[in-house]
């Protein structure tokens, strides 16, 4: 048998080394729960970055029509220039701004700021559009316009009458959003349509496709981050449009008559 002393000793050794391991292990191994959220943490900064990212692209998206307002003015003719892009847009935005509040989706801000901003400035090139088009013209942009008025106001009164938790509402309103971004990236169709027939690219501006790329491949990773479907289907589709339109552009740059004047009014 041990004695007391050598006992003692014994147990003192036992005592320090459960310590030293104890103390080992709070150091070098974080609980699972502490990981977790720490990578939540730094997944939610991440995807806060690249939303605000997104909102500095999707602002040059929006703004990257400017050079061809200037030259409708400038012409005072809307030459061979399509509405189609803008007024799909209007709707677009106007889905998305009503996905991004509150009362839909959560930890959606930066998608309702930059649709907000981008809902009133289509309305203003739309606005252009209608001033310097041909009456038969006009009569299509105003009831495309108000047609798109009174379904946004239809839909935002309907789902707040009836539908009364945020989750049947994003569900409701993500696959609509869906419909709506597809048919703005695909916009352009008819746009590209010409392009093929007339072989000139003149009259589908560079920097609003290679803006649309970047704005897809941008917004479907902040997507990616949280999920939500919503967000990522239609931004990937809008990649694979953009991709088009840049390849367009590339085939028939250099066919395309950049000098030749076009006083037609549309």
């Not at 990578?39 to 998206?61: C, Y």
């Not at 006009?138 to 009831?143: A, F, T």
């Not at 009174?150 to 789902?159: D, G, K, M, Q, R």
């Not at 997507?223 to 953009?242: E, H, M, Q, R, T």
């Amino acid at each position: 048998m041990l004695s007391d002393s050598r006992l003692g000793s014994e147990l003192r050794r036992k005592r320090t080394f459960l310590w030293l391991k104890r103390k080992f292990i709070s150091q070098h191994f974080k609980p699972i729960s502490s990981l977790d959220a720490t990578a939540m943490v730094n997944s939610n900064t991440i995807r806060t970055v690249i939303g605000i990212i997104g909102n500095v692209i999707s602002f040059g998206l929006f703004m990257s029509p400017v050079p061809t307002f200037i030259s409708i003015w400038k012409a005072k003719s809307v030459q061979n220039f399509k509405p189609d892009p803008y007024l799909a847009t209007i709707l677009n935005c106007g889905m998305w701004t009503f996905y991004g509040t509150p009362v839909v989706s959560e930890d959606n801000t930066l998608v309702l700021t930059i649709n907000t901003f981008g809902f009133v400035l289509e309305i203003c090139y739309t606005l252009i559009f209608f001033i310097y088009s041909t009456w038969n013209k006009r009569r299509k942009i105003l009831l495309i316009f108000l047609g798109e008025i009174i379904f946004l106001a239809l839909v935002v009164f309907l789902l707040m009458t009836f539908v009364h938790t945020t989750k049947q509402r994003k569900v409701i309103v993500g696959p609509v959003c869906i419909i709506f971004n597809i048919l703005m990236y695909f916009a352009p169709l008819t746009v590209m349509r010409q392009v093929i027939k007339t072989k000139s690219v003149k009259y589908m501006p560079f920097l609003l496709s290679l803006t649309n790329l970047i704005n897809g491949i941008t917004w479907t990773t902040y997507a990616l981050l949280k999920w939500d479907p919503f967000i990522v289907i239609p931004n990937s589709i809008g990649v694979v449009a953009g991709l088009v339109q840049i390849s367009l552009y590339a085939i028939y740059y250099r066919t395309t008559k950049w000098d030749e004047e076009d006083n037609s009014r549309v």
